[in-house]
């Protein structure tokens, strides 16, 4: 099982740990406010922390659970204290009517944050593509994930698996810009074909 730091304290940062506690992961939570930290902490139970904003997160796995408005920012007020780590990117970038995604062509929200962390840590774009609240509900889902470290990789590929989900790996990181325009047209399929939200996106294998 893996060590995991949480950064955010919204939907899906309580969705993946609840996930992570029932996997029998080491879970951490971190936010700007720390007694909604320490709250969080305590309804996720199973031994969940809560940690110090800014400070060195406890797991080589750090969830960056914020809007991506905030995510740049935030790397780049933790600095060092993420050396080493893997920070798996959950964030959607699509704006605010969901039309389109703010980031320039040619690149990737998931792409910007791996400027921002030090040298000697590895962003994995995970987790986009479900809904928060279909992640809550339990049950199996498929998880569509990217990154350019085999190693980092691999250990994100294990976490989804001991959440009981099913990893399916989409290439590198180049290729997170899609998996960003997938979420956006999810964000859209809810609109207009599905009509409500209340769905996941999957692969099938016939036979």
Avoid: C
């Avoid at 879970?27 to 709250?39: F, L, N, P, S």
């Avoid at 992640?135 to 590929?157: E, I, N």
């Avoid at 899609?178 to 609109?191: D, H, K, N, P, V």
Wanted: charged share 15%; proline share 4%.
């Amino acid at each position: 099982m893996s060590n995991i730091s949480i950064i955010g304290l919204g939907g899906v940062a309580r969705a993946i740990g609840a996930r992570a506690i029932e996997g029998g992961n080491a879970v951490e939570v971190i936010g700007r406010d720390a007694a909604k930290a320490k709250d969080l902490a305590a309804a996720l139970g199973g031994g969940a922390t809560a940690g110090t904003f800014g400070a060195t997160p406890v797991g080589d796995l750090v969830v960056l659970a914020v809007p991506y408005a905030g995510a740049v920012p935030v790397i780049a007020q933790y600095g060092d204290a993420l050396a080493g780590k893997v920070v798996i990117d959950v964030s959607n970038t699509s704006n605010a009517d969901a039309t389109g995604l703010v980031t320039p062509d040619g690149t990737s929200g998931a792409q910007e944050i791996a400027k921002a962390v030090p040298a000697s840590a590895h962003v994995v774009k995970a987790f986009n593509t479900v809904f928060g609240h279909i992640l809550a509900q339990g049950g199996p889902l498929d998880v569509l994930f990217a990154g350019d470290d085999a190693r980092a990789k691999a250990s994100v590929s294990a976490f989804i698996e001991s959440l009981g989900l099913r990893p399916l790996d989409a290439g590198g990181l180049e290729v997170a810009r899609w998996l960003e325009g997938t979420g956006l047209l999810m964000i859209s399929l809810a609109r207009h074909g599905v009509g409500n939200f209340n769905f996941s996106l999957g692969v099938d294998l016939p036979g």
